[in-house]
Each structure stands twice: as structure tokens, then as C-alpha cells.
Nanobody
Framework: QVQLVESGGGLVQPGRSLRLSCAAS????????MGWYRQAPEKQRELVAI???????HYPDSVKGRFTISRDNSNNILYLEMNRLKPEDTAVYYC??????????WGQGTQVTVSS
């Protein structure tokens, strides 16, 4: 079992930055892939950024060049640095991981609102 707790969300003006954190606990040794996802009202959950155990990352075009995913392996924390935020980035952001046995775990989510 892996437990995930996100933090760092909030209200921010367009063009500003925000950093999200996801603290992992439990069977963290079994994590193979970690990522950030978001879900806006009445929309499906979508991938924002993903990182595998080798450090390879992937971003969709909507956030590429603005968002950066990173990982503190010593403390089992996943970060998402979000720059030049836009109103369309408004969503609940979730941390998600997949373990070596293909189990998937989610955090409770953190709200990010981009508005002037």
C-alpha cells in the first residue's frame, strides 16, 4: 500500500507560479512511476506530468515548457513546479503512482485556481 498526500494548491493570478508537493509513504520501494494529473469541472482526469524510476519525464503539449516534475527520492516527495499559469490550468490536481505489481494509488487532490 502507498499513501499519498498532496499540498501546495491555492488561488493564484494568471502568469504567476505555484509548486505542488506530494508526500508518499508506505511501500514506496515498490513505486515504478509517479505523476501528476488534473481534473477540471465536468472534464475527465488528464495527465499533466509523469516520471519513471529512471527519471524520464513526459508532458502533454498543454503544459510543456511551463510545468516541471521532480522527485526527492530521499524523502519520497514528488513536486510539480507550475509557471506562467493560465486560467485553463484551474483544476483539482492529483498525485498518482503505479507500483511494480501495477497497482495504482491516488492522493486526495489539491485545488488550483488561476484567476485574477
Amino acid at each position: 500500500q502507498v499513501q499519498l498526500v498532496e499540498s501546495g494548491g491555492g488561488l493564484v493570478q494568471p502568469g504567476r507560479s505555484l509548486r505542488l508537493s506530494c508526500a508518499a509513504s508506505g511501500s514506496t520501494f515498490s513505486i515504478s512511476t509517479m505523476g501528476w494529473y488534473r481534473q477540471a469541472p465536468e472534464k475527465q482526469r488528464e495527465l499533466v506530468a509523469i516520471m519513471d524510476t529512471g527519471g524520464s519525464t513526459h508532458y502533454p503539449d498543454s503544459v510543456k515548457g511551463r510545468f516541471t516534475i521532480s522527485r526527492d527520492n530521499s524523502n519520497n516527495i514528488l513536486y510539480l513546479e507550475m509557471n506562467r499559469l493560465k486560467p485553463e490550468d484551474t483544476a483539482v490536481y492529483y498525485c498518482g503512482v503505479m507500483t511494480s505489481d501495477s497497482s495504482i494509488y491516488w492522493g486526495q487532490g489539491t485545488q488550483v485556481t488561476v484567476s485574477s
